[in-house]
């Protein structure tokens, strides 16, 4: 993140562009990147190690005391809505809390999820834009709510661990656990649909159904996913149509139970990639449209994506 900022350093004023700043939701936060984080973050890639590369500060808007307690869901939102946002685990390591007068009131030292040194792999975000600030609006407050929270908890988690463990399947099993859980709470939570129409669905229908509500295209980009539409084109038994959700769900289904020995979905080299590459590029879209986000992002599914290439999410133009 960065944002051209001048500064006082000592006596003298100097321009520094590793300051993020912005109010969200009551609070004041200030990030700063530190001065050598270019050399820092090089080594970190070279030693695959975890080093502190940015401080930050956080305070009440209107400069009033908060405890503890009040400050950790906006830490917890921070851990998580950064690190679904950069594709790796990324956290607000050792917290300490002062009082009016700079004394010590609080610390916490704790184990937290940390990626060492390495590119985010599939992320959406692009730390060089202008939408974090909107972003964090969207996610800071929702952290508020327990039973809010832990979905956004859930979701966040299996995004980052589908981007950067496991192998390609174990990452495709993750998110569709994401996706059912999701499912589950815009279809039958909120939405009142019946257990029995529920079931009636299948993956590939309540996988269809949010995307619809959405916005999110189901079709499949052929110049891109060749294999994908090619093997759903050429499924037999399909029931529904031949898109993006019955395509993905037959491949879950296929890993799971398989109908052969060494499965049919490992025949032409590559399918399981971009079928993982749909179910990334679904999950994402689908925890920015829960958050109400409408920004831009990375499609990680174009083709010949250029750094710093992004555009607005499907629902940007839509009535809120």
Same mark, same amino acid.
């Given at each position: 993140?960065?944002?051209?900022?001048?500064?006082?350093?000592?006596?003298?004023?100097?321009?520094?562009?590793?300051?993020?700043?912005?109010?969200?939701?009551?609070?004041?936060?200030?990030?700063?990147?530190?001065?050598?984080?270019?050399?820092? $973050?090089?080594?970190?890639?070279?030693?695959?190690?975890?080093?502190?590369?940015?401080?930050?500060?956080?305070?009440?808007?209107?400069?009033?005391?908060?405890?503890?307690?009040?400050?950790?869901?906006?830490?917890?939102?921070?851990?998580?809505?950064?690190?679904?946002?950069?594709?790796?685990?990324?956290?607000?390591? /050792?917290?300490?809390?002062?009082?009016?007068?700079?004394?010590?009131?609080?610390?916490? $030292?704790?184990?937290?999820?940390?990626?060492?040194?390495?590119?985010?792999?599939?992320?959406?975000?692009?730390?060089?834009?202008?939408?974090?600030?909107?972003?964090?609006?969207?996610?800071?407050?929702?952290?508020?709510?327990?039973?809010?929270?832990?979905?956004?908890?859930?979701?966040?988690?299996?995004?980052? /661990?589908?981007?950067?463990?496991?192998?390609?399947?174990?990452?495709?099993?993750?998110?569709?656990?994401?996706?059912?859980?999701?499912?589950?709470?815009?279809?039958?939570?909120?939405?009142?649909?019946?257990?029995?129409?529920?079931?009636?669905?299948?993956?590939?229908?309540?996988?269809?159904?949010?995307?619809?509500?959405?916005?999110?295209?189901?079709?499949?980009?052929?110049?891109?996913?060749?294999?994908?539409?090619?093997?759903?084109?050429?499924?037999?038994?399909?029931?529904?149509?031949?898109?993006?959700?019955?395509?993905?769900?037959?491949?879950?289904?296929?890993?799971?139970?398989?109908?052969?020995?060494?499965?049919?979905?490992?025949?032409?080299?590559? /399918?399981?990639?971009?079928? $993982?590459?749909?179910?990334?590029?679904?999950?994402?879209?689908? /925890?920015?449209?829960?958050?109400?986000?409408?920004?831009?992002?990375?499609?990680?599914?174009?083709?010949?994506?250029?750094?710093?290439?992004?555009?607005?999410?499907?629902?940007?133009?839509?009535?809120?």
């Amino acid at each position: 993140m960065s944002a051209p900022t001048r500064i006082t350093g000592g006596d003298k004023f100097e321009w520094f562009t590793g300051r993020w700043a912005a109010i969200i939701d009551g609070w004041k936060i200030v990030i700063d990147r530190r001065p050598d984080h270019s050399d820092v $973050w090089a080594l970190l890639r070279e030693k695959q190690a975890i080093a502190i590369t940015h401080v930050m500060e956080v305070r009440r808007e209107d400069g009033s005391c908060f405890t503890a307690s009040e400050v950790k869901p906006v830490l917890t939102a921070l851990q998580f809505s950064l690190s679904f946002a950069a594709g790796r685990w990324v956290a607000p390591a /050792l917290p300490v809390g002062l009082d009016a007068s700079g004394h010590l009131r609080w610390q916490e $030292w704790g184990t937290l999820h940390c990626t060492p040194g390495r590119s985010s792999g599939l992320a959406w975000w692009w730390h060089d834009g202008n939408d974090t600030e909107e972003y964090l609006r969207c996610t800071i407050p929702r952290f508020k709510d327990e039973e809010d929270g832990f979905t956004l908890r859930f979701l966040m988690t299996s995004a980052v /661990l589908m981007n950067s463990t496991g192998f390609v399947e174990q990452r495709i099993m993750t998110a569709f656990s994401a996706i059912e859980h999701l499912t589950w709470v815009v279809l039958k939570v909120r939405g009142g649909m019946s257990k029995r129409a529920y079931d009636r669905l299948g993956a590939a229908g309540r996988l269809r159904e949010v995307l619809n509500h959405a916005g999110i295209p189901c079709g499949i980009d052929g110049q891109v996913l060749s294999k994908l539409e090619a093997y759903i084109t050429a499924a037999q038994s399909v029931e529904g149509p031949r898109d993006g959700p019955t395509a993905v769900a037959r491949i879950r289904n296929e890993i799971v139970h398989p109908k052969e020995p060494r499965g049919t979905i490992y025949t032409p080299k590559g /399918l399981v990639q971009e079928a $993982w590459f749909l179910v990334y590029h679904y999950l994402t879209l689908l /925890l920015l449209f829960e958050v109400a986000y409408r920004g831009s992002y990375q499609s990680v599914i174009k083709e010949d994506r250029w750094y710093g290439d992004v555009e607005p999410v499907p629902w940007a133009n839509q009535s809120p």
